[in-house]
């Protein structure tokens, strides 16, 4: 009976080092790439200490009549190493069919074949079977957000009282860690005024430090939030929240918005927001709506040198 390529024979059960194995015998190779092969496979079986990892060395060795190994057909198996009773260890590419049927070591339609097997144990479970949830410290840290039990230090905005941790603020921002750790004057305070700020944008700022976000934002409220927490981030020396805010105001560009956006990045010192802005004010039209803008006029007078390169571009134009 012909046996397709990738169907095989098992052998009985043997015993080795206290676990039960069997060989599989392809007589027309383990896959296609091997079809004119015979090959073998040395499985564990399944049992007490399926979940032990087993390194080991194998050999599959062909029998001479006398039952003696042949030293030119006996081959390695690959890959001996599982944690798996299931997974086979595959010497693909034994003998070629041919090969074995002139070799004078088959006797009718039967073969023998010799295994050797050595291994050692490693006690330890396979770490898989371990379920390890993902880490939560950010969302225990976000938790904290506005937490008046656990606060240690209070900020007044704009009318508004923020609870905060001082050591949260001094791990996320230097300006923080001097003001509230070191020889500043808020040391010791319990409440600091926080002048010249909006209270929601000292809020989006607050929820930056604690869960490295932002608050959904859309459309214009979104640019002038950008636009306001870049300068609360510069000021607070955030240079991640400083990025996400040029981001979001490149993300939210207009003609309106263009040239407050471009006196913030000059005064910031933001060169990538600044050059987004002057490549999104190439075009004509929009380099002449962002002129009659109302934000150009303050612009021009607090950076003449970026009226220098406006006009520059305006006159290429």
């Known amino acids: 009976m012909m046996v397709a390529t990738g169907v095989h024979l098992d052998s009985g ?53 006398a039952g003696e190994p042949v030293a030119r057909y006996s081959q390695p198996v690959d890959k001996c190493s599982t944690s798996k009773a299931s997974d086979p260890w595959v ?36 770490r898989e079977l371990v379920a390890v949830p993902p880490p939560l410290l950010r969302r225990h840290i976000g938790e904290l957000l506005g937490d008046a039990r656990t606060s240690d230090v209070r900020f007044k905005v704009g009318g508004e009282t923020f609870p905060a941790h001082r050591c949260v603020l001094a791990a996320r921002s230097p300006v923080f860690r001097a003001e509230l750790l070191g020889p500043m004057r808020e040391h010791a305070a319990t409440t600091i005024r926080v002048d010249d700020m909006d209270a929601a944008v000292f809020a989006a700022l607050l929820r930056f430090v604690y869960t490295d976000e932002l608050p959904e934002l859309d459309g214009g409220s979104a640019a002038a939030m950008a636009q306001h927490l870049l300068v609360a981030a510069d000021r607070y020396d955030m240079e991640r929240l400083k990025k996400v805010c040029e981001d979001k105001m490149v993300r939210h560009l207009d003609v309106g918005t263009a040239a407050t956006s471009l006196a913030l990045a000059e005064q910031h010192d933001c060169p990538e927001l600044k050059k987004a802005i002057l490549r999104f004010m190439a075009s004509p039209a929009r380099l002449k709506a962002v002129m009659a803008s109302d934000g150009y006029e303050h612009l021009v007078t607090s950076f003449p040198s970026i009226a220098t390169e406006i006009l520059a571009m305006f006159a290429a134009h």
Request: hydrophobic content about 40%.
């Open 13 to 65: 059960e043997f015993h080795v080092g206290g676990y039960a194995w069997h060989l599989r015998y392809y007589p027309n190779g383990y896959d296609q790439e091997f079809s004119s092969s015979i090959s073998f496979a040395l499985v564990r079986t399944a049992g007490a200490g399926d979940n032990v990892r087993l390194h080991a060395r194998a050999k599959i060795s062909l029998l001479d009549l």
């Open 91 to 126: 010497c693909k590419s034994f003998i070629e069919r041919d090969e074995l049927e002139k070799s004078g070591h088959v006797v009718g339609d039967r073969l023998a074949v010799r295994c050797d097997l050595t291994f050692n144990v490693q006690d330890r479970l396979v």
